[in-house]
């Protein structure tokens, strides 16, 4: 009756135990992306082959070699932060793949200003605020120049001071080539007086005098 019963679980455990004798063991993963570029807040997703085909293997272990660069999940890559990282997959037997991820800032795809015609008298300084696009990409150093800095002039913070009377262009570019301008008219700042210089007015008076012998005599006086 035992031996019936070991028998039993021989036939039985049989096919599990030439399967396993055959299984295959991975042998080496191929990545659809060896290498790869991305923009922050971007996504992409690689794809792993396993060979052979048929080997034995349950999920694959997907890492970063920098998280604060760029982070997977099964694949999806997710770019955070500019910089270069390593993204390796990894089956049980340590077979491994790897892709080299290179991630850039977000690019300033246009420059405005505050003003694009403002006037300022000499001597006296008014600001101009640059907004760049997208608002989340980094503006980095943004260029301030005048076309004429004999009539107006700029610094790295926008403000710009009337030089003498006339036109003047002042310009924001950004480090990747986009700008904006803003044309400034310098005033001059000599005050025009409201009075006007008066003359002397002559002024005849008659005035009768008599004498003893009533005789009338006239006389001229100037008054201013």
């Known amino acids: 009756m035992k031996r019936t019963a ?36 971007d996504s992409l ?30 694949g999806t890559l997710k770019a ?13 037997n ?35 605020k640059a907004k760049t696009q997208p608002s989340d990409a980094p503006s980095g150093v943004l260029e301030w120049s005048s076309s004429d800095e004999n009539i107006a002039i700029v610094n790295s913070d926008g403000y710009v001071t009337g030089v003498k009377s006339g036109v003047a262009n002042i310009i924001c570019k950004s480090e990747n080539g986009k ?6 008219t310098v005033k001059s700042e000599k005050a025009t007086s409201s009075t006007t210089p008066t003359t002397a007015q002559t002024q005849i008076i008659v005035k009768p005098v008599y004498p003893a ?10 008054s201013s």
């Open 179 to 184: 700008e904006a301008s803003c044309t400034v």
């Open 80 to 92: 955070k932060s500019a910089g270069t990282a390593v993204v390796t997959v990894k089956a049980e």
């Open 94 to 128: 340590d077979i491994k793949a790897t892709c080299n991820v290179t991630v850039a800032d977000k690019e300033i795809t246009s420059v405005t200003l505050s003003s694009t015609d403002v006037s300022v008298k000499e001597g006296k300084k008014i600001q101009l």
């Open 6 to 41: 070991l028998l039993i679980c021989i036939i039985a455990l049989f096919p599990l135990i030439l399967c396993s004798c055959f299984e295959k063991d991975v042998k080496s993963i191929e990545l659809s992306e060896t290498d790869v570029a991305m923009t922050v807040g």
């Open 213 to 222: 012998n009533n005789v009338g005599v006239i006389t001229t006086m100037n």
């Open 45 to 74: 997703g690689i794809t792993a082959k396993i060979l052979p085909e048929d080997a034995k293997t349950k999920a694959l272990d997907w890492n970063s070699s920098d998280n604060k660069i760029v982070t997977v999940s099964d």
